[in-house]
């Protein structure tokens, strides 16, 4: 049995691509069970809803078994004894990280928006069926990924395998689709500060200490007037608690492609300089990986 596992903290294509992937595996005979390091979130919870498919298992240990990763190489993202485990592929569109693996594997890392467009292309490559409720799975993780298209990260291959899906899925009015999934995205109703960070935090080790930097997508700016205070508090707490050298958090109005960073820790007064009226605005700023990241790695060193 091979588990097919998301990065910690899954997003919708850590989900949506390890449940398409355990499907790719078992095409190709093999006994395959997509898990989950997590809770979902609303987005993803809109997405099975779609597709009409179950939420995979959660597990957070995989001492002894054979996995593949999807959405991530590093070790910070993995199981924690994911060095107990025999990493037998990777589905991924990041940077290569730092996971290392005891035998050869089989690696797809492509730089496109998406996972789920790398397996889209596997199950064309391979003739494999790409059923309804997978092409809905698909689809939604790359139009999440990119934001509908809208991220800097987005690539022709994201948008011919959405064009493609969508006929597959009998999805007629795609911008509808879009902006349903986009409402899901971001909602955050009822939601803690704490919990806002929680959402789509990543952990980066960067020069030898331990970085984080959460995203939290919004449809306006104003969603979180009131919260700023409750969430610098919130980064201020994890920098103690976890001797965190910076936390941050991007909040993304998705409209506009503007971030407001919050930012706290020893690193935070690296970035003061670049504050108006007290807030740091990043302007044209919609992904962490291609925009927020760099900028920061660049900032901070
Ligand atoms: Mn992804």
């Known amino acids: 049995m091979i588990l097919v596992v998301g990065h910690k903290n899954p997003d919708s294509d850590s989900i949506c691509g390890a449940l ?25 919870q809109h997405i099975l809803a779609t597709a009409g498919v179950d939420q995979p298992e959660f597990r957070d240990s995989v001492a002894g078994e054979k996995v593949w990763l999807v959405d991530y190489t590093d070790l910070a993202q993995a199981p924690d004894d994911i060095n107990e485990a025999e990493i037998l ?30 397996l889209f292309n596997l199950f064309k490559m391979e003739q494999a069926e ?39 899925a009998g999805i007629e009015d795609l911008d509808a689709f879009i902006k349903a999934l986009l409402i899901a995205k971001t909602n955050i109703e009822g939601l803690t500060a704490a919990e806002l960070v929680e959402k789509d935090l990543k952990a980066y080790p960067f020069n030898g ?26 980064l201020v707490r994890r920098c103690t608690e976890d001797k965190l050298a910076f936390a941050a958090v991007m909040l993304t109005d998705i409209t506009t492609a503007q971030t407001r960073l919050i930012y706290k820790g020893e690193w935070a007064e690296k970035l003061v300089k670049h504050e108006q ?13 291609k925009q927020g990241w760099p900028w920061l790695q660049n900032e901070l060193v």
């Open 277 to 289: 009226d007290g807030q740091l605005m990043m302007e044209n700023t919609l992904s962490r990986k």
């Open 209 to 234: 200490r331990d970085v984080v930097v959460g995203q939290v997508e919004l449809a306006t700016l104003d969603q979180v007037d009131g919260m700023i205070e409750a969430l610098e508090a919130d």
């Open 130 to 168: 790409i059923t309804k409720p997978l092409a809905v799975l698909m689809m939604s993780a790359i139009l999440s990924d990119t934001v509908g298209f809208a991220s800097p990260t987005c690539t022709q291959k994201d948008k011919d395998a959405v064009q493609e899906l969508a006929a597959i």
């Open 89 to 118: 592929g990777i589905v991924d569109h990041h940077r290569l990280g730092d996971v290392m693996t005891v035998n050869p594997l089989e690696a797809w890392i492509w730089p496109v928006g998406c996972t789920c467009t790398i």
């Open 20 to 44: 398409v992937a355990a499907e790719l595996l078992k095409s190709r005979g093999l006994e395959a069970k997509p898990v989950r390091q997590g809770e979902i979130n609303r987005e993803t």
